[in-house]
């Protein structure tokens, strides 16, 4: 198992376009969370899926972040119309469903450091 | 809502001296407890947890003790190396979600030779 991957490791855009972010969760975790870094602080909690299920999204930081899991593996997360100030550090981490060892443990990817020019 | 404090670094430090970074938390009810470490240039790894009132979290030579009573997780390691210079974040899961991890700032440690 290589751990939690995402793609891709940087992306620069222009203001205003879109982008969008994979994330492969590790293969037996059934929960995936995104979180977003700015610099100098921790992480921020963003959206969390059981399997495809979207259970919470409430702390998406405007309706222009939105995330997919279409199929309970993978999931994306898009950003449209980019800001300058959506530049940061976009982690996604995985974990084993409930009832099983380590269910709290959270496995972070390496992120997706965006920058906005 | 549930937050975690920890204390501002930077933390320099010589090889093999005695390290603590402090971390104080507010929550409702019994939260689980974690340190995460993030290598220069890595992404955020899992160091240790506690999941209920005084059980201590080790790991790579890593402590902590969840006290309920200061409503506190200290990370303490008795003999820092140059290898562990990195950046230490506290966070914690509230009791009610079971999901976000709600993470303080980070403390960047800085071992010299």
């Known amino acids: 198992d290589t751990g939690v991957s995402q793609n891709p490791r940087h992306k620069i855009t222009k203001r205003g376009q879109n982008v969008t972010f994979r994330c492969d969760p590790i293969s037996e975790h059934n929960r995936l969370y995104w979180y977003r870094q700015t610099l100098g602080q921790g992480p921020e909690f963003l959206t969390y899926?059981?399997?495809?299920?979207?259970?919470?999204k409430s702390r998406l930081l405007s309706d222009r972040f939105s995330a997919e899991r279409p199929k309970g593996s993978f999931s994306t997360l898009e950003i449209q119309r980019t800001e300058q100030g959506d530049s940061a550090m976009y982690l996604c981490a995985s974990s084993a469903r409930l009832g099983q060892g380590g269910a709290y443990e959270q496995y972070f990817g390496p992120g997706t450091r965006l920058t906005v020019t | 809502g549930d937050s975690v404090t920890q204390m501002e670094g930077p933390v320099t430090l010589s090889e093999e001296a005695f390290l603590t970074i402090n971390c104080t938390y507010t929550a409702t009810g019994y939260p689980s407890l974690f340190w995460y470490v993030q290598y220069p240039g890595e992404g955020l790894q899992l160091l240790l947890k506690a999941t209920k009132a005084d059980d201590k979290g080790s790991n790579k030579g890593f402590e902590a003790t969840y006290r309920k009573e200061t409503t506190s997780f200290h990370l303490e390691k008795g003999s820092v190396q140059v290898s562990d210079s990195a950046v230490y974040f506290c966070?914690?899961?509230?009791?009610?979600?079971?999901?976000?991890?709600?993470f303080g700032k980070g403390t960047s440690l800085l071992v010299t030779p």
């Open positions: 966070a914690l899961i509230p009791s009610n979600s079971g999901y976000a991890l709600n």
């Open positions: 899926f059981q399997n495809e299920a979207q259970l919470e």
